[in-house]
């Protein structure tokens, strides 16, 4: 070994050391934050937080099928039962009235503080009148048999005014006592876990406590006589954001292992087959897990955290120094420092791709584009300073000149051909031309790993359960829970108007079940005292045919309220207002959120759920909602999709510009146009052939698909840098040699990403359907092009 | 729609009019065959009749209130579950029941009652529907059934069976002509009672 093999050797000890470390220590995160611009606007961070834990990212809506309709109402209310003595669940509601009564006993209560009709027109001889008389004529209806009770308590209908208030939310028809679909197939139910919709785990553990009460609850009604044969047995139905990401991350890496074994072992065998030397195979790996070694470091300082995304992705980009130790291995029978300086130019051509990453405001893709540099600038290194010193002197690999003769040998009968170079374009130009519809797909749901049988499981769960889509809300936000419950009940009277006007119809806010105290006190406030309302009573009542003193108790319970504590959030825990106050009502420690979910118009399908989200905002822009308060519509898919979009057209304008720079750097180094065009020719082509054929295949191209193309253009110009080489200098050492070592490198890569093509998971399959061709296709369009310039004598052996 | 009738307890009145109905049916065994017969004729022609749209009054003596509430609307029929209640004075409302599922429209508001968690209001519906209907089995599975009078002119006495069902509806009198019902009369366990008289038909 050399002294400067020696230092290299230490050096690399010491950096493997070092990044090891680091790489220990680095703290990963999985959740949305990788989404998450890098400067977000309020209403980004809004979106984001309601994506890791508001109150859709908890709701998992559960169906039950199969068996019969009695049955299925047994399993669902014994699943109820297990599921609400479960801490993991904040909510089930399955149709049962459990604690209504409570409920009904708390609003009863508290009729006075809650009613938003309390005001102190409603007290005076003539409001009372009014009151009274719209009790009687509901009285006279069939709607009377259930407010007559009320009457000598509540003459002035208060209680049916508060469930008015609350009782907008409709629900699915009950049959058997229980939730059920429309068409009366299954049983429905809805949970809300304790742990938020990012908590990927907790989520597992809620997923897995409904299973579990799901089997249970099927074992008790069997064992209770259910169950008769010949009837299909019941099944259990689960949608969600929750149990999607936990199906996600179970598929992701079930998939990634099995696919990644697979993809090694045919990487493995095909090199040993090659080499025919086991020890070769085990320093090949040497520059590649040093450079994801150093990837991983160098985003964890970089960043602070490292994402499971750029993990996933990066290591992937780390095939291309696969690549390195090929060439090294192969051609180091020949003149390396030509190989060097071609192995450089391809690092150097890498990195300048990359670095288009680099400024992208999408964390994801600036990780993915350091990880990339780093690691391929450090495999190279390893490759070339330290990687001869690891060698023995005489590395016993096979002979692979046979194979370079071969493909040699076959290029030079494929002559014709190159002419029809010049078709690829113009038939890639038609087919993009001429397609129909959009090439990118601008849709984060593009990337979702959820099958298509399961969004539309989701769909319909949701259209059963008359579920909000929580797709659309109003966000008031302000320094305390009093302010935002105040600006909630501002903005609340503007929303009813937009129902009015069927822009929406309908929503839900926290000031109902909370009104501010502020509210409350306005409201007690209103109520006369006894001798008064008594008097206003018996004018009020004048030529009513009701008496003054069978309305005792509502003098009484009018009196009791006055003196009465107003309502917190305490004197709620217990109900279900509880729930809905806690889901609507959030705080981060400094400031205080209410969220009003809108509901889209009825008149609108299911598919097609829009809200003019233009009327709503001039709806309540314009409200004065106090001192550091404020409103703002937010469209939960539509932001997210908007976020994704300007991701993706970012990322385009940066590649477009990385591949500038390629240009700039290839005319730099090979000091003429010509070159630098037979270079950059190849990969357009790939690109474009591709690109055409996805499009063909009826693909919508995706992030992934451009991070692909950014591979291919990456691996890819080594491949055309080394016929160039050979081309510009025939003295460059055996063709066949170079020739076999780009054929095997190749093979490597596309069996690599070959094998992710095959995941159903579209972010694998998607790299995986564009690298594995563009890889192929860049080698044989080098191979084509390279032929097509100054020829030289090809020392074939013959 | 979360409401539910307060469960009042049997009054007096109820067990007495209930003890008063005993005794009837205790002293006509003899009439039953015939009886049962007319009945059967009865709702063999109610049976018969697949649709009806005709207009109501109706009036509700509340022990609370001085004199009766009165109200009055359409009555819209589809044989064999579907029934309508278009009350129009003095507060326009719309009480639709469709397939066991009552919903109700009282200006801008929309309720949805579903009778399998509301019992107590079946008998309020189910022997409106069931004798409109002509199914006997129906009217049997929810009441005891007691036909006097004649083909021409009969009443029927309709007992809850369920003694929850009792401590809201103490017994329901339906008078009527051959196929045309005329009054429907409830008594409340509480002692209120309703009586919603049938008017002519309404023109199409």
Avoid: C
Avoid at chain 1, 580 to 599: I, M, N, Y
């Amino acid at each position: 070994m050399t002294r400067t093999g020696r230092v290299a050797t230490a050096v690399w000890a010491a950096f493997v050391f070092a990044a090891t470390v680091v790489v220990v220590f680095a703290h990963y995160t999985t959740d949305l934050s990788a989404f998450l611009p890098r400067s977000p606007t309020a209403t980004q961070r809004l979106l984001v937080d309601q994506l890791r834990e508001g109150i859709a990212s908890r709701s998992i809506l559960i169906g039950v099928e199969g068996a019969d309709s009695a049955e299925r109402a047994r399993i669902s209310l014994a699943m109820g039962r297990r599921l609400r003595a479960d801490p993991q669940f904040v909510a089930v509601t399955n149709g049962e009235p459990v604690g209504l009564d409570r409920d009904r006993e708390l609003l009863f209560n508290h009729r006075y503080l809650l009613s938003e009709a309390v005001s102190a027109d409603r007290f005076t001889p003539n409001g009372l009148r009014d009151a009274v008389q719209e009790t009687l004529d509901l009285l006279a209806s069939p709607m009377g048999m259930l407010a007559k009770s009320l009457l000598p308590r509540d003459p002035t209908g208060e209680m049916l005014q508060i469930i008015d208030q609350l009782g907008s939310e409709r629900q699915p028809p009950s049959v058997d006592g229980v939730w059920t679909s429309r068409d009366g197939k299954r049983a429905l139910l809805v949970v809300q876990t304790r742990a938020a919709g990012s908590d990927t785990d907790g989520q597992e553990g809620a997923v897995a406590a409904v299973r579990g009460a799901f089997s249970a609850a099927v074992a008790e009604v069997e064992a209770g006589g259910g169950g008769a044969a010949g009837r299909a047995p019941a099944t259990l139905e689960m949608s969600g954001p929750g149990v999607f990401s936990v199906a996600a991350r179970a598929t992701i890496k079930q998939q990634v292992t099995r696919l990644s074994i697979v993809s090694t072992m045919l990487i493995t065998l095909m090199l040993l087959w090659v080499y025919r030397s086991f020890r070769a195979l085990v320093l090949g790996l040497i520059p590649v897990a040093s450079g994801a070694l150093a990837g991983i470091a160098a985003v964890a300082l970089g960043f602070g955290s490292v994402h499971g995304i750029t993990l996933g992705f990066g290591v992937t980009l780390i095939g291309e120094s696969v690549d390195y130790s090929i060439y090294l291995f192969i051609q180091s029978q020949q003149r390396t420092s030509a190989l060097w300086s071609t192995i450089r130019l391809g690092v150097l051509t890498s990195i300048v791709g990359f670095m288009s990453l680099l400024p992208s405001g999408f964390p994801g893709l600036a990780q993915l584009g350091l990880f990339s540099i780093s690691g391929l600038v450090a495999a190279a290194l390893v490759t070339r300073y330290v990687l001869p010193n690891l060698m023995p002197p005489i590395l016993n690999i096979g002979d692979v000149t046979p194979l370079g003769t071969a493909v040699a040998a076959g290029l030079q009968r494929v002559k014709t051909p190159r002419a029809l170079l010049l078709v690829i374009p113009v038939l890639a130009a038609v087919v993009l031309y001429t397609h129909r519809g959009p090439v990118w797909n601008h849709e984060l749901s593009a990337l979702s790993p959820v099958s298509k049988s399961d969004q539309a499981l989701d769909a319909m769960l949701r259209s059963d359960i008359g579920a909000p889509d929580v797709s659309y809300l109003v966000v008031v936000s302000g320094p305390s829970q009093e302010a935002v419950l105040h600006a909630a009940e501002t903005v609340d009277p503007a929303l009813d108007a937009l129902v009015e006007q069927k822009v929406i119809s309908g929503f839900e806010s926290p000031a109902r079940y909370l009104p501010s105290l502020e509210a409350q006190r306005a409201r007690q406030g209103s109520l006369p005292p006894d001798t008064e309302l008594k008097s206003n009573l018996i004018t009020a009542l004048d030529g009513l045919p009701l008496q003054v003193d069978r309305l005792d108790p509502f003098l009484h319970d009018v009196e009791a309220a006055r003196n009465q504590p107003l309502l917190t959030r305490k004197q709620l825990e217990g109900t279900s207002l509880a729930t809905g106050v806690d889901a609507l009502l959030l705080s981060d420690g400094t400031r205080w959120s209410a969220l009003l979910p809108l509901r889209v118009p009825t008149t609108v399908a299911i598919d097609t759920v829009s809200i003019d989200i233009g009327r709503v905002h001039s709806g309540i822009s314009k409200l004065a909602l106090g001192e550091g308060v404020e409103a703002v519509v937010l469209d939960v898919k539509g932001e997210v999709d908007r976020l994704y979009s300007s991701y993706l057209s970012e990322a385009l304008r940066l590649s477009l510009a990385g591949f500038a720079g390629i240009v700039v750097l290839l005319v730099i180094f090979l000091r003429s146009p010509a070159r630098t065009a037979r270079v950059v020719t190849p990969l357009v082509l790939a690109v474009l052939t591709v690109t055409a054929g996805l499009v063909l295949l009826g693909q919508q191209l995706t992030i992934l698909h451009l991070i692909g193309m950014l591979l291919i253009v990456a691996v890819g110009s080594n491949y055309a840098l080394f016929f160039d080489r050979r081309s510009n200098d025939p003295h460059a050492g055996s063709a066949p040699l170079t020739l076999a070592s780009l054929v095997i490198a190749n093979a490597a890569t596309v069996l690599g990403f070959g094998v992710l093509g095959f995941s159903s998971v579209p972010v694998l399959s998607a790299l995986g359907s564009t690298v594995a061709p563009g890889a192929f296709l860049a080698l044989v369009f080098s191979a084509l092009l390279a032929g097509s310039g100054p020829r030289e004598s090809t020392p074939v052996a013959a | 729609m979360s409401r539910s009738l307060a469960g009042s307890p049997a009054r007096r009145v109820g067990v007495v009019l209930a003890g008063a109905l005993a005794l009837v049916l205790a002293s006509a065994p003899i009439a039953a065959d015939a009886a049962g017969s007319d009945l059967d004729r009865v709702m063999g022609a109610l049976a018969q009749r697949k649709t009806g749209h005709v207009s109501f009054t109706e009036k509700k003596f509340i022990a609370m209130l001085d004199r009766p509430v009165e109200s009055s609307g359409e009555l819209l029929y589809d044989a064999p579950d579907r029934l309508e209640k278009r009350t129009i004075e003095p507060k326009p409302e719309d009480l639709v029941l469709e397939g066991g599922v009552v919903s109700a429209q009282r200006g801008k508001h929309h309720y949805v009652l579903d009778l399998k968690q509301y019992p107590q209001v079946v008998p309020f519906i189910e022997s409106i529907r069931a004798t409109l209907a002509g199914d006997r089995a129906s009217l049997e599975r929810v009441f005891k059934v007691d036909f006097t009078g004649s083909f021409e002119h009969w009443t029927l006495g309709l007992v809850p069976l369920d003694s929850k069902l009792a401590r809201t509806v103490a017994q329901i009198h339906i008078e009527g002509e051959k196929d045309l019902i005329h009054t429907v009369e409830i008594h409340e366990a509480d002692g209120d009672r309703s009586l919603l008289t049938i008017g002519a038909d309404v023109a199409p």
